[in-house]
């Protein structure tokens, strides 16, 4: 992969904004040609001036099933597929939180992630070295979870809906990669830590820059053909627990 990063190509979904601008950022800096996923064409044209390199708009919302399609169809050859968009709407736990705040939620952040990589698989099919990067959380780790005395403790926040749907986007990629694993694929979850973005209002205080966060994902978007697949990794590469 490292050899042919000039002639490679990535689609980055929610790029416009927050850590999947700066994933597009860092990967166009390295010489890919970079897909800026976004739902809002003129916000999106925006981050492809900002990112700059070989960056260009694909309009796609992650939860629209013929957008998916749409945007699929323009894209014959794809290496990198960063499952990047993600919302947090509901700092709830059961019994308060309820069905509609879980299903909104699973949209985007499961749901969307099953319809996009589907939709990009045959394109994906193409590389000679295909890379999928889920962005996932430190509150989808059920471990760290579970345990009280840890920075992703349920009692911390983020709530019940978020924290499950990025659980199971963890299973999601661990059955991407072995259903892929014959066909040179790696597939990756990766654990962003606290950023300073839109979403997570919590993060001003917390490790920040979302520049750190996004150079885990390029690290799992670049893998050697011998790097790992199947696994959950911090932004710093160490192991993240399940
Ligand atoms: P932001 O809110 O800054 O960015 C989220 C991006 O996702 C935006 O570009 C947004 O687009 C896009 N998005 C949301 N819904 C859709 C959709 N239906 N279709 C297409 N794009 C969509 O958040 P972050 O940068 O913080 O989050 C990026 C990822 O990192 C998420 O998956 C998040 O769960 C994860 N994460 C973030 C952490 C943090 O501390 N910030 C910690 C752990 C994980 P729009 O501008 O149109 O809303």
């Known amino acids: 992969m490292n050899d042919s990063t000039a002639h490679s ?10 850590i999947g601008r700066e994933i597009a950022r860092q990967l166009a800096a390295a010489g890919l040609t970079v897909l800026v ?6 916000r999106g044209r925006q981050a492809v001036e900002e990112i700059g390199g070989r960056a260009r708009l694909l309009e796609l919302d992650v939860t629209d099933p013929g957008s998916v399609a749409a945007a699929a169809s323009q894209v014959e050859h794809l290496d990198v597929l960063v499952n990047n968009a993600g ?6 736990t059961p019994p308060e939180a309820d069905t509609a705040s879980f299903r909104r939620t699973y949209e ?8 996009v ?7 994906l099919r193409r590389s000679a070295a295909p890379r999928i990067v889920n962005i996932s959380s430190g509150t989808g780790s059920l471990t760290w979870s579970a345990d009280p005395g840890h ?5 911390n926040g983020s709530g019940a809906a978020y924290r499950s749907s990025k659980a199971a986007l963890n299973a999601l990629t661990l059955f991407y990669a072995q259903s892929l694993a014959g066909d040179g694929f790696k ?6 830590g606290l950023r300073r973005t839109d979403l997570n209002e919590r993060a001003a205080a917390a490790e920040g820059d979302p520049a750190e966060a996004a150079a885990g994902a390029v690290r799992l978007a670049l893998l050697p053909d011998d790097g ?8 710093d590469g160490t192991v993240a627990a399940w």
């Open 9 to 18: 190509t990535a689609l980055v979904t929610g790029a416009n904004k927050g």
């Open 37 to 42: 996923g976004s739902r809002d064409p003129g």
């Open 87 to 92: 919302i947090m709407v509901d700092g709830r």
């Open 108 to 115: 985007t952040n499961l749901f969307g992630v099953l319809e």
């Open 117 to 123: 990589t589907n939709a990009f698989l045959p394109a």
């Open 151 to 155: 920075q992703f403790a349920v009692a």
């Open 187 to 192: 597939v990756n979850a990766l654990a962003p």
């Open 228 to 235: 790992p697949t199947g696994g959950f990794f911090s932004w």
